[in-house]
Structures are given as structure tokens and as C-alpha cells.
């Protein structure tokens, strides 16, 4: 992971020309701010004074000229530039930083002194003005919100970038941050890990992947000693940096509380300036699909060039001034990434997962497809990629993206335990309409890892052509389409005859509906917790109560019991949690199956 970053940051620096002092700055936390409140210090021939108090627009022009770097500790910043919450802040803040900085730097800078004194004799007054323009802000404004210094000679207003002073102290705090952790220094002489050269080396990494927070981490029980776990060079760190930056600003996104970031990795470590050029020139967007978004951009460039890089994805959850990484997928190819997209895009193509079909099945107020699906004109939350894994994998999804990305296949038996414990918790509590959705939402899911060849099955799969042959015999053409077109889904007899009789059972609940305005047969599905003795003893059941409301439908049950016998003679393969997911794909997708004119 280290070395694609220090490539990128590598060719950034010399065909960007960025400087240190770029590759330092952390612009990319300010892509919110809007205003910062600028503390003018006129320059006398005593020294330093306090002049005023204003607000100034914000651009990300500026963010160099403000020389803005925060620590891991949080509690004050490589110069006197900070974010502003609360006016009383930006004085605890200011005095830490002048009692931590200001013998180390009062030599470097003499008028230090005098801006330290300015700050202390006029706090109170500071403190107030800053307070004033920071109220006056509206709430948009005040996020992000920035106090910063600016020195006056004459009629010129100095940033501090200008000062070659505070930029000196600006590189000389922010590259200590790399390695005073713990109030221990930690650097020596060493070999890079990363260019191998012999130089003064320090644990740099821009991504923490080991900690000495406890010196039982830290190598020999020392944490003086913690650049010998990662012994980076000065200049790697600063390309590491500058890659960092780039990510950061380019290729990172938030999914659901998590921030993940992608990570080209060109396999003949030769850089393409056109992909580098494409990714900042479209910028970071939204993701539309739920899980990535960038490597759409990256392919629109590289199509005609083949797979020349690989992508790798860095999960991570943000913790305070850390943040965890959780999962690491590497080696992704960009065809995989394609792969993934026009296999989700061609799901919501099928049959069942069309406008009309699901007004069938959800009712008139839904409209558009299912990707795009709205109720009553309101846009349905979670039907990307990653919406709906989490939706049925809730505490791990993190890690189930990551198994699609690295193409790990998932076995049914766990899959499919996972897409029916939601399913019947919705069942259990009388949610009818959310069941649906539910359902719709595993089918979708379980089509798309299916046709990626993502999820594990440990039987063969039965010969097909005979059962379509009897198909033909009935009326029920829709079925014939929906078995050839999910095929994937619907491999062997058992898995038919269990989702037919929950397209039975749908018939039944129907027609319980039209002639008593209820539906009672629900409450003898055991809760959608059925296994292959129940599902038996229900089809006479479900076949008794059709003609005590004298009706029937003969070529369904004759197609179920054919079903059965062929399980029977084959042997069932299915498990409980499996035999009780294809039941209630039946039970909530039946009433698409009424009629049997062609679907279009």
C-alpha cells in the first residue's frame, strides 16, 4: 500500500511542482470553510501591536497562505492558524502553542516576542472581537470557520506564508509531528523501507498501521526506537504526503460513518499522466452505485488502454484524530470494477425488477425501476450496492464489499441465512409491504453475487430441460421466463417446488382477502421458519383450503407435487434457512405470477 502512495506522491512532485510547503498543508480539511476571521498585529518600531478584528472570504487558494496543519493530539496546531468552534478556544489553543514553540523558535524569529506579548496584553479584547465576528456568522459559514494571524507594514497586510519566518517554523513543527509522539522523539539512521536508501529515517507513515500509545508496542519496549517498525526517509515522507493529499482531496469518500480511499497502483510503475490528468479534472464525486465511484472515471480514460493499473481500496473508520483501517483490498482490476457495475446495471434490467412488474407487486404508488425506485414520489433510501449489503449485513458489510472486491466467494448456506433473518423479522411483525421490499432487495442481491460467480454451492446442479418441457404444457408462461431467466437462482427441484408453493401460498392469501377482507393462513407459516417436514404437510393444506373457498388451481399444485417427487429422487439440498428464503421469495413476488400473458 506504501509504495503505490509514494509512486503517486513521487509523480506528483515532480510533474505537479509541488513544494513542501504545498505537500504540508492540509488544504483538504477545508473544503468546507468558507470565512476565517483574520487577527491583525501592526508592525511598530517598539514591535508588534494588536490593529483589528475581520472577516475574510475563504478560497482553497488561501489554504497555503494560511499555513494550516493540525496534530494528532488536537490541542493546538502547527502555527497560530485554527478551525474556530468556540471564540474561548482559539486562547487556550494560542497558549499552548507559544508555551510548547516559543523558546524553541524565539531565536529564529525575534518578533515572536513581540507577538506573544501583543496576544497576551490584549486578550480580553481579542478574545471579544473574535467572539463578535464569529456570532455574526450565519450557520453555514461558522462550519469550518478559521482564525488566523496576519502581520501589517504600512498598508500591507502580511499572510503568514509571507513571513519566511513562521514558514520555517511551519515545516519544522509539521515534519516533528511525524516523529514526537508520546512526548519520546523518535528518528535515526537507517534504510528506507521504501527507497532503500541509507538516510535519517523517522515512522512516517501516512496511514497508522502500527501504534506505541503502550511501550509493549513499541520496538524493544522503547518508543525512541519506533522508526526501526517503519524506517522512512525525509524525502519518501514527503512523497508519501503528497499522495496522501491527493487521495485525500481526489479518491476518498464516506460510506455510512466509514471513509474509504481508492488507490491506483500501476503495474509497470510507470504513472499515466492522462489518468492522473482525467481524475483531476472530474474531481471527487458522490458515489452513485454505493460503493465506488472514482474507478468509473478512471475507466472512461483507460478503456483503450487495457488493465495498465490495479486499484486498492482502504477501508477505514475515523477515530477522533485516527482512524482504524478495517479492510484492505488490493490487486482490484479495473475490468473487475467494470464487471461489477454492468452486472448490477444489467440486474436491474430483469424481468421483476422493472416499473411495471413491481407496481404488481409493491402497488401503484411505487414508480421507476428498482434502482431508482420512489413511493408515493419519494426516492427509496438504500437500493445502491452497498445500501442493500447493509441492509442484510449490517455489522459486517464493510467486510462483504470487501470479499466482492477481492472476489471471494460467499458460501449459500451463509448468504442466504442472512437475506431471511430480516425477512422474517418484517414477517413476524405484520409488515407486509416492508417484507416485499425486503425480499426484492435479497432477490436483487443474491442475482448479482450469483452472476459474478461470488457465492459457493456444494451440489450439482440438476438437469433442467425436462421441467421446462412440462412448463410449456401449462398456462403459466411467466414462470417459464422467470426459471430461465434466474436459472442461477433456481438449480435444482427442491428450490422450485419451495418457491412455487409460496407463490401458492400468495394465491390462497388472495383470494382469503377478496371473499373475508383478512388473511388467517399467514399466521400457519411458522414464521417463515419452515424446514422440509412443514413445507410437505402445507401443500395439502394450502390445496383443502383453495376449495373451501371453491377455487383451485390445478396445473400450479400438479407442477409443485412433479417438483417434489424429482427433490424426493435426487435427494434435497437445500437447508432450513435456504428452504425457508425460497418460500418466502414465492410468498412475496407470487401475485407477479397471476395471468399468463408474456412479459415484455
Same mark, same amino acid.
Request: glycine share 6%; aromatic share 14%.
Given at each position: 500500500?506504501?509504495?503505490?502512495?509514494?509512486?503517486?506522491?513521487?509523480?506528483?512532485?515532480?510533474?505537479?511542482?509541488?513544494?513542501?510547503?504545498?505537500?504540508?498543508?492540509?488544504?483538504?480539511?477545508?473544503?468546507?470553510?468558507?470565512?476565517?476571521?483574520?487577527?491583525?498585529?501592526?508592525?511598530?518600531?517598539?514591535?508588534?501591536?494588536?490593529?483589528?478584528?475581520?472577516?475574510?472570504?475563504?478560497?482553497?487558494?488561501?489554504?497555503?497562505?494560511?499555513?494550516?496543519?493540525?496534530?494528532?493530539?488536537?490541542?493546538?496546531?502547527?502555527?497560530?492558524?485554527?478551525?474556530?468552534?468556540? @471564540?474561548?478556544? #482559539? =486562547?487556550?489553543?494560542?497558549? %499552548?502553542?507559544? $508555551? +510548547?514553540? *516559543?523558546? !524553541?523558535? &524565539?531565536?529564529? /524569529?525575534?518578533?515572536?516576542?513581540?507577538?506573544?506579548?501583543?496576544?497576551?496584553?490584549?486578550?480580553?479584547?481579542?478574545?471579544?472581537?473574535?467572539?463578535?465576528?464569529?456570532?455574526?456568522?450565519?450557520?453555514?459559514?461558522?462550519?469550518?470557520?478559521?482564525?488566523?494571524?496576519?502581520?501589517?507594514?504600512?498598508?500591507?497586510?502580511?499572510?503568514?506564508?509571507?513571513?519566511?519566518?513562521?514558514?520555517?517554523?511551519?515545516?519544522?513543527?509539521?515534519?516533528?509531528?511525524?516523529?514526537?509522539?508520546?512526548?519520546?522523539?523518535?528518528?535515526?539512521?537507517?534504510?528506507?523501507?521504501?527507497?532503500?536508501?541509507?538516510?535519517?529515517?523517522?515512522?512516517?507513515?501516512?496511514?497508522?498501521?502500527?501504534?506505541?500509545?503502550?511501550?509493549?508496542?513499541?520496538?524493544?519496549?522503547?518508543?525512541?526506537?519506533?522508526?526501526?517498525?517503519? @524506517?522512512?526517509? #525525509? =524525502?519518501?515522507?514527503?512523497? %508519501?504526503?503528497? $499522495? +496522501?493529499? *491527493?487521495? !485525500?482531496? &481526489?479518491?476518498? /469518500?464516506?460510506?455510512?460513518?466509514?471513509?474509504?480511499?481508492?488507490?491506483?497502483?500501476?503495474?509497470?510503475?510507470?504513472?499515466?499522466?492522462?489518468?492522473?490528468?482525467?481524475?483531476?479534472?472530474?474531481?471527487?464525486?458522490?458515489?452513485?452505485?454505493?460503493?465506488?465511484?472514482?474507478?468509473?472515471?478512471?475507466?472512461?480514460?483507460?478503456?483503450?488502454?487495457?488493465?495498465?493499473?490495479?486499484?486498492?481500496?482502504?477501508?477505514?473508520?475515523?477515530?477522533?484524530?485516527?482512524?482504524?483501517?478495517?479492510?484492505?483490498?488490493?490487486?482490484?482490476?479495473?475490468?473487475?470494477?467494470?464487471?461489477?457495475?454492468?452486472?448490477?446495471?444489467?440486474?436491474?434490467?430483469?424481468?421483476?425488477?422493472?416499473?411495471?412488474?413491481?407496481?404488481?407487486?409493491?402497488?401503484?404508488?411505487?414508480?421507476?425501476?428498482?434502482?431508482?425506485?420512489?413511493?408515493?414520489?419519494?426516492?427509496?433510501?438504500?437500493?445502491?450496492?452497498? $445500501?442493500?449489503?447493509?441492509?442484510?449485513?449490517?455489522?459486517? /458489510?464493510?467486510?462483504?464489499?470487501?470479499?466482492?472486491?477481492?472476489?471471494?466467494?460467499?458460501?449459500?448456506?451463509?448468504?442466504?441465512?442472512?437475506?431471511?433473518?430480516?425477512?422474517?423479522?418484517?414477517?413476524?411483525?405484520?409488515?407486509?409491504?416492508?417484507?416485499?421490499?425486503?425480499?426484492?432487495?435479497?432477490?436483487?442481491?443474491?442475482?448479482?453475487?450469483?452472476?459474478?460467480?461470488?457465492?459457493?454451492?456444494?451440489?450439482?446442479?440438476?438437469?433442467?430441460?425436462?421441467?421446462?418441457?412440462?412448463?410449456?404444457?401449462?398456462?403459466?408462461?411467466?414462470?417459464?421466463?422467470?426459471?430461465?431467466?434466474?436459472?442461477?437462482?433456481?438449480?435444482?427441484?427442491?428450490?422450485?417446488?419451495?418457491?412455487?408453493?409460496?407463490?401458492?401460498?400468495?394465491?390462497?392469501?388472495?383470494?382469503?382477502?377478496?371473499?373475508?377482507?383478512?388473511?388467517?393462513?399467514?399466521?400457519?407459516?411458522?414464521?417463515?421458519?419452515?424446514?422440509?417436514?412443514?413445507?410437505?404437510?402445507?401443500?395439502?393444506?394450502?390445496?383443502?383450503?383453495?376449495?373451501?373457498?371453491?377455487?383451485?388451481?390445478?396445473?400450479?399444485?400438479?407442477?409443485?407435487?412433479?417438483?417434489?417427487?424429482?427433490?424426493?429422487?435426487?435427494?434435497?439440498?437445500?437447508?432450513?434457512?435456504?428452504?425457508?428464503?425460497?418460500?418466502?421469495?414465492?410468498?412475496?413476488?407470487?401475485?407477479?405470477?397471476?395471468?399468463?400473458?408474456?412479459?415484455?
Amino acid at each position: 500500500m506504501l509504495k503505490p502512495i509514494r509512486e503517486l506522491g513521487k509523480y506528483l512532485r515532480d510533474n505537479k511542482n509541488l513544494n513542501q510547503l504545498q505537500i504540508l498543508t492540509e488544504s483538504s480539511k477545508l473544503k468546507n470553510t468558507k470565512k476565517m476571521i483574520c487577527v491583525v498585529f501592526s508592525k511598530e518600531e517598539e514591535g508588534l501591536a494588536f490593529d483589528n478584528v475581520y472577516i475574510e472570504d475563504f478560497d482553497q487558494e488561501k489554504a497555503e497562505k494560511i499555513l494550516y496543519r493540525t496534530f494528532r493530539h488536537a490541542r493546538y496546531d502547527a502555527t497560530l492558524t485554527a478551525k474556530i468552534t468556540k @471564540p474561548d478556544m #482559539i =486562547e487556550k489553543r494560542w497558549t %499552548l502553542w507559544f $508555551g +510548547k514553540y *516559543f523558546e !524553541k523558535f &524565539k531565536d529564529v /524569529f525575534p518578533e515572536l516576542d513581540s507577538l506573544k506579548e501583543a496576544v497576551e496584553s490584549n486578550k480580553d479584547k481579542l478574545i471579544e472581537e473574535i467572539s463578535e465576528k464569529y456570532t455574526s456568522l450565519d450557520k453555514t459559514e461558522k462550519r469550518g470557520c478559521l482564525v488566523t494571524i496576519k502581520i501589517k507594514e504600512g498598508r500591507n497586510e502580511k499572510y503568514l506564508a509571507d513571513i519566511p519566518e513562521f514558514i520555517e517554523i511551519f515545516k519544522t513543527t509539521s515534519m516533528e509531528d511525524f516523529y514526537y509522539k508520546h512526548k519520546v522523539e523518535s528518528i535515526g539512521e537507517g534504510t528506507c523501507c521504501l527507497c532503500m536508501k541509507n538516510e535519517k529515517v523517522i515512522p512516517a507513515s501516512p496511514f497508522p498501521v502500527f501504534t506505541v500509545d503502550k511501550e509493549g508496542f513499541a520496538y524493544g519496549f522503547d518508543r525512541a526506537n519506533s522508526w526501526k517498525q517503519l @524506517p522512512i526517509c #525525509i =524525502e519518501c515522507t514527503l512523497d %508519501l504526503q503528497a $499522495g +496522501k493529499g *491527493f487521495l !485525500k482531496n &481526489k479518491l476518498s /469518500f464516506i460510506l455510512y460513518g466509514y471513509q474509504y480511499f481508492v488507490i491506483p497502483h500501476f503495474i509497470f510503475k510507470e504513472i499515466s499522466s492522462e489518468i492522473i490528468d482525467e481524475i483531476e479534472y472530474r474531481g471527487r464525486k458522490d458515489y452513485r452505485n454505493g460503493l465506488l465511484n472514482a474507478e468509473e472515471d478512471i475507466l472512461e480514460e483507460m478503456k483503450e488502454k487495457g488493465d495498465i493499473l490495479n486499484l486498492i481500496f482502504v477501508f477505514c473508520k475515523p477515530k477522533q484524530q485516527f482512524f482504524d483501517i478495517i479492510r484492505y483490498s488490493e490487486d482490484v482490476s479495473p475490468s473487475w470494477i467494470k464487471k461489477m457495475y454492468d452486472d448490477f446495471d444489467a440486474t436491474n434490467r430483469k424481468m421483476i425488477f422493472k416499473q411495471k412488474n413491481l407496481k404488481v407487486i409493491l402497488g401503484d404508488k411505487w414508480s421507476e425501476g428498482f434502482r431508482k425506485g420512489q413511493w408515493a414520489g419519494k426516492s427509496i433510501k438504500n437500493l445502491n450496492l452497498s $445500501g442493500i449489503v447493509k441492509t442484510f449485513f449490517p455489522t459486517n /458489510f464493510i467486510d462483504i464489499l470487501g470479499n466482492i472486491l477481492d472476489q471471494e466467494k460467499m458460501h449459500d448456506y451463509y448468504l442466504l441465512s442472512s437475506l431471511i433473518k430480516p425477512i422474517r423479522e418484517q414477517h413476524g411483525q405484520g409488515n407486509e409491504w416492508s417484507e416485499k421490499l425486503l425480499t426484492l432487495k435479497s432477490f436483487y442481491l443474491f442475482n448479482f453475487l450469483l452472476d459474478l460467480n461470488l457465492v459457493h454451492t456444494s451440489h450439482f446442479k440438476s438437469k433442467q430441460c425436462k421441467e421446462m418441457n412440462f412448463m410449456k404444457e401449462t398456462k403459466y408462461r411467466r414462470l417459464e421466463e422467470f426459471f430461465n431467466e434466474f436459472q442461477n437462482a433456481f438449480d435444482t427441484s427442491d428450490k422450485k417446488a419451495i418457491f412455487l408453493e409460496g407463490v401458492l401460498v400468495n394465491f390462497l392469501l388472495s383470494v382469503q382477502y377478496a371473499q373475508r377482507g383478512s388473511t388467517p393462513f399467514r399466521k400457519k407459516l411458522y414464521g417463515l421458519k419452515l424446514d422440509k417436514r412443514k413445507i410437505k404437510r402445507l401443500l395439502p393444506v394450502i390445496i383443502e383450503k383453495f376449495r373451501a373457498y371453491n377455487t383451485a388451481y390445478p396445473n400450479l399444485e400438479a407442477l409443485i407435487s412433479k417438483y417434489f417427487v424429482e427433490a424426493d429422487e435426487n435427494g434435497w439440498k437445500v437447508s432450513d434457512n435456504e428452504l425457508g428464503y425460497y418460500f418466502a421469495l414465492g410468498l412475496n413476488l407470487g401475485k407477479f405470477f397471476k395471468g399468463g400473458d408474456k412479459l415484455e
